[in-house]
């Protein structure tokens, strides 16, 4: 595969209804039940809009996409930075693009973030992935 | 204000922690409620890994050592991102021993005033000592 990819490669976009009821699930199975992340009054009691997606969750979405990419087991890093916050029962966007090749270590750098419907990047990253 | 830290805290572990076995069913709820489908993240059995960011599962019992200086609120901390570098998957059965370290802190100026970013960093190996990965976790005080 490595060979086939340029710089400047898009990754294939992956869209999902981020449904509540996902959300809640993965708190549960992340250990991380507090109400921002499970019910919309206890998250405006913490002054937000209603119920957020974990960081994490943001962070394991952007990994499938990769790995649905470039397969199983092929990322080796991963850096994110949350800028804005994923709300649920809406429709996000994963996205990513190539920026750079190591014909050395047969690894590709990409820029990687997860938008919304107005193509809000709220989520942004980088990530190296290795391609055989 | 600029932040007194001591350049002593920097590095040093003030936090000891370990967790497991972990269980299939950790690992296969983990992975199903990011939407996998694919076998080696679903399906019971010896080919069986946790998902890559089921690293992030963990954390160590203290959030921050205990002589970081007091103008830092930890209770008031922002999750403003993390960098992870992804060594053996997780399997069944695993242990997972964590030190924690401070490994950063920095200022950044922005229009809303100034930031304080804490980086605490999550140095993750199994039970053969291999490394699962190293989780920077940066979070973000105001000033």
Redesign the interface.
């Known amino acids: 595969m490595f060979d086939t990819v340029a710089e400047g490669d898009e990754l294939p976009v992956r869209e999902l209804f981020l449904a509540k009821d996902m959300v809640r699930a993965y708190a549960r199975a992340a250990n991380q039940m507090a109400p921002r992340f499970t019910d919309d009054a206890g998250a405006r009691q913490e002054g937000l809009p209603g119920m957020i997606t974990p960081g994490n969750m943001s962070m394991g979405l952007l990994t499938a996409a990769i790995e649905a990419w470039a397969g199983t087991g092929a990322l080796r890093r991963l850096g994110t930075t949350f800028r804005g916050l994923v709300l649920p029962d809406r429709t996000i966007r994963m996205c990513g693009t190539v920026t750079e090749k190591d014909d050395t270590a047969h690894t590709v750098e990409l820029d990687v973030w997860l938008e919304n419907e107005d193509a809000e990047r709220l989520v942004i990253g980088t990530a190296t992935v290795a391609l055989g | 204000m600029p932040l007194d830290i001591d350049p002593a805290l920097l590095g040093r572990e003030f936090d000891h922690t370990t967790y497991g076995p972990v269980a299939s069913d950790?690992l296969i709820?983990?992975a199903?409620?990011?939407?996998?489908t694919?076998p080696?993240?679903v399906e019971p059995g010896p080919t069986l890994?946790g998902?890559?960011?089921f690293c992030?599962?963990y954390k160590g019992h203290k959030f921050y050592p205990e002589n970081i200086p007091k103008s830092i609120n930890v209770r008031t901390g922002l999750?403003?991102?993390?960098?992870?570098?992804?060594g053996v998957?997780i399997r069944p059965g695993d242990t997972i021993d964590i030190r924690s370290t401070l490994h950063e802190v920095y200022e950044k100026t922005g229009r809303s005033g100034s930031m304080y970013f804490v980086v605490i960093r999550f140095t993750m190996t199994n039970q053969r000592g291999e490394m699962v990965a190293v989780v920077d976790n940066?979070f973000m005080h105001r000033g």
């Open positions: 950790e709820a983990f199903r409620a990011l939407g996998e694919r080696e993240y890994v998902h890559p960011t992030v599962r999750d403003a991102g993390k960098d992870i570098a992804f998957p940066r």
